[in-house]
């Protein structure tokens, strides 16, 4: 384990005599990009702060050389704890094995670090169920099935499309399996057809999960797969980044009224306003406010020489052991959910959704 009791600076892991403002939790995050990421480092910034600790935030711009170098530079000031959102979960390696050296835990914040045996706990959400609730979200959105799961009147068959994140992020592949393992008993039947035949997640994935790539992608697969006046019914998108380059696509390509039923992730602002206007179907909310605060207990766990308190001690093996994590829940939000889902929970107000536009 590596929490222990610290030994002076750059001991990590704090000590009993250790007051909160004595301690510093390193924050990396991969991107401001997208705004998720940028609500997330905000929102363990602030719940750390308002305990007394200090923060050391830093974002890396998706560049990974700047995020090994954000983490070296974390360590080498003396943080107690890091909680690391990695941009490529597999390349981190000699910074976790700096942390250890250091005694330093680390937590993975959503995103599982790989191939080290340096991870000391993992804060995410239930990523397969993001899949099975993105693919789900596309049946429904289709009218194959109805949102109370008994079977839609709609018969098909439909022609979909498929998309997956950047393959360097474990949790890519828990979101593409989930959909996959949702979507196969239709596939299979027929029910759904892919047309450009693109059913490997090597295939569909758009690396550093970036929306041109994505809207790149789409304005190819409607050019060699739908030029013989086809419609795309259905797009299952991992990402409401991806799913924004994706509606701008079709849009380009003339879909207004008959747009593609597009799913999504996140509850970014902008993609919730496509939804409440009718142009993108639905999207995955995760609450980051609640994926920030279990990282922030299990953070204060480790400075307190404690071991987090795990709910899943199965799912997440990183290539070398499996790491505890803790796994919270997420919801889908169709048009009919933003108010009850996003609105009421005080996640954003009605004027920012009205303007696609968070006022931060
Ligand atoms: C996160 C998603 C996010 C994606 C792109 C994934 O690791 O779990 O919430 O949409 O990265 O930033």
Known sequence: ????????????????????????IGVSMP???????IADGTSVKEKLEAKGYKVDLQYAGDDIP??????????????DVLIIAAID?????????????????????????????????????DNYKVGVAQATALLVGLGLKNKDGSDGDAKGPFNIELFAGSLDDNNAHFFFNGAMDTLKPFLDAGTLKVKSGQTKIDQVAILRWQQEGAQKRMEDLLTSSYN???????????????????ITALQNAGYRDDM???????????????????????????????????????GESFLQDKTPQANDT?????????????????QTVFKDDIKSVLIDSGYFTAEEVAAGQAKG
């Open 1 to 24: 384990m590596a929490a222990c009791s610290g030994d002076g600076a750059g001991g990590g892991g704090g000590n009993d005599s250790d007051k909160p403002g004595d301690l510093t």
């Open 31 to 37: 991107t401001q990009t997208s705004e998720r990421w």
């Open 66 to 79: 700047t995020q090994s170098q954000q983490i070296d530079q974390m360590i080498t000031r003396g943080a």
């Open 89 to 125: 979960g597999t390349a981190l390696s000699g910074q976790l094995q700096a942390a250890a050296d250091a005694k330093i835990p680390v937590i993975a914040y959503d995103r599982l670090i790989r191939d080290s045996p340096n991870v000391d706990f993992y804060v995410s959400f």
């Open 228 to 246: 013989d006046g086809s419609k795309v019914h259905g797009v299952l998108s991992p990402y409401d980044g991806l799913s924004r380059g994706i």
């Open 260 to 298: 593609s039923v597009v799913t999504g992730q996140d509850a970014e602002i902008a993609s919730v306003k496509l939804i409440n206007d009718g142009v993108q179907s639905s999207t995955i909310f995760k609450d980051t406010r609640l994926l920030a605060e279990q990282a922030v207990v299990a």
């Open 314 to 330: 199965e799912t997440y093996n990183n290539g070398v052991k499996v790491v505890p994590s803790y796994l919270l829940p997420v």
